[in-house]
C-alpha cells in the first residue's frame, strides 16, 4: 500500500493543509494518507500551541468525510517533543510492506538538516516536498548531502534508493497563526478552515485567550 505521513502541528488544521493533502494524494496515487497531529514540535517549543485535545477533534472533524484520510495519535501518545525520524522508523517497523511518502512542506525542508537525524530520514522514507512553481530548487537539498542525489525532472533520488519528489500544489494562502488571530479578535474564519472545525473553535471558545499552552 502507498501512504503518506503528513505531521504537523495542526494549529488548528484548514483548509490548505486539506488541499494540499489532496492534490499530493493524487498526484503519488496514495491509498491512504495520514495526519500526524505533533505532541511537541521541536522547532516550536515556546509557541502558542492548543490542547492535544482540540487539535485532535479538529483534525477528526476535518478529514471525516474523505475515505482516504485518517488520523493517527502515535505522536499524541507517545508524549515528549515529536520527532518525525521517530514516527517513520515506527510506521515502517508496523507496515513493513507499504511504500510511504513523508510529507513536508517547501519552507520546512528547506531547513531540514536542522532536524533530529536527519541524514537518516533520507535513507528511509520517500518524501514529498510541497512545492509552488517553479518547483525544483537544488539550494532546498542539505548542503552536507548534495553529492548523495541524482537530479531526475521531478526531483531527485538518493543513493539509497529513495525519492525526494516536489509536488505543486494549489497555493492557498492560509495560516493558523492567521487564525487564531481572527479568533482571538472575534473575526470570521469561515471558509478557512472546514465548518465542522469552525464550529468546534468557534463556538466552544478554543484559541481565545486562555485557551492556549504558552
Known amino acids: 500500500m502507498r501512504a503518506g505521513l503528513f505531521g504537523g502541528t495542526f494549529n488548528p488544521i484548514h483548509l490548505g493543509h486539506l488541499r494540499a493533502a489532496e492534490e499530493i494524494s493524487e498526484a503519488l496515487d496514495l491509498e491512504r494518507m495520514v495526519f500526524i497531529p505533533a505532541n511537541i514540535p521541536p522547532h516550536k517549543e515556546g509557541h502558542e500551541l492548543a490542547a492535544p485535545p482540540v487539535r485532535e ?16 495519535r502515535v505522536e499524541l501518545e507517545r508524549g515528549g517533543p515529536s520527532y518525525s525520524i521517530d514516527t517513520i522508523k515506527r510506521f515502517i517497523k508496523e507496515h513493513p510492506g507499504d511504500e510511504f511518502w513523508f510529507v513536508v512542506g517547501e519552507d520546512a525542508f528547506s531547513e531540514i538538516d536542522s532536524w533530529y537525524k536527519y541524514k537518516e530520514l533520507f535513507s528511509l522514507v520517500n518524501i514529498a516536498v510541497m512545492s509552488r512553481p517553479p518547483g525544483i530548487r537544488a539550494h532546498l537539498l ?50 478557512l478552515v472546514p465548518e465542522t472545525v469552525r464550529e468546534i473553535l468557534e463556538k466552544e471558545g478554543h484559541f481565545g485567550p486562555g485557551e492556549l499552552n504558552d
Open 57 to 72: 477533534r479538529c483534525v477528526l472533524a476535518a478529514i471525516s468525510e474523505n475515505p482516504r484520510f485518517e488520523l493517527s
Open 142 to 191: 542539505p548542503r552536507a548531502l548534495e553529492g548523495e542525489f541524482l537530479a531526475e525532472e521531478w526531483g531527485y533520488v538518493h543513493s539509497s534508493g529513495k525519492a525526494v519528489r516536489f509536488v505543486s500544489v494549489t497555493p492557498l494562502d492560509i495560516s493558523s497563526t492567521a487564525i487564531r488571530e481572527a479568533i482571538r479578535e472575534g473575526r470570521s474564519i469561515r471558509y
